[in-house]
């Protein structure tokens, strides 16, 4: 089994700054991709950002030029800084990985249990 434990998530005023962290452990031959996505109150689940073990980003529209996704193989660990916040940034964020246990097993979709972030004055 691959868990998938996030940290950082907090209270932060309009225009600060988070950074979340999640860490994917068990038993683990590769992890294809890695990211986050978020949950409002109310609204359905939504891609904020992921990144490739190559490297390749992706970002949601709503958090560009603000997100920034990075990854450290060595660790299976994926970072998300999140900066110039916005209440409509808050959100259960989750993280997702795309892992398999043996190079003959097929990927699979991990989640973590979420870490909760408000953004509000």
């Known amino acids: 089994q691959v868990q998938l434990v996030e940290s950082g998530g907090g209270f932060v005023q309009p225009g600060g700054s988070l950074r979340l962290s999640c860490a994917a452990s068990g038993v683990i031959f590769s992890i294809n991709a890695m990211g986050w996505y978020r949950q409002a109150l109310g609204k359905q689940r939504e891609l904020v950002s992921t990144?490739?073990?190559?490297?390749?980003?992706n970002y949601a529209d709503s958090v560009k030029g603000r997100f920034t996704i990075s990854r450290d193989n060595a660790k299976n660990t994926v970072y998300l800084e999140m900066s110039s916040l916005k209440p409509e940034d808050t959100a259960v964020y989750y993280c997702?990985?795309?892992?398999?246990?043996?190079?003959?097993?097929?990927?699979?979709?991990?989640w973590g249990q979420g870490t909760q972030v408000t953004v509000s004055s």
């Open positions: 990144i490739m073990n190559c490297g390749t980003t």
């Open positions: 997702n990985a795309r892992a398999r246990r043996t190079p003959l097993r097929p990927y699979s979709e991990h």
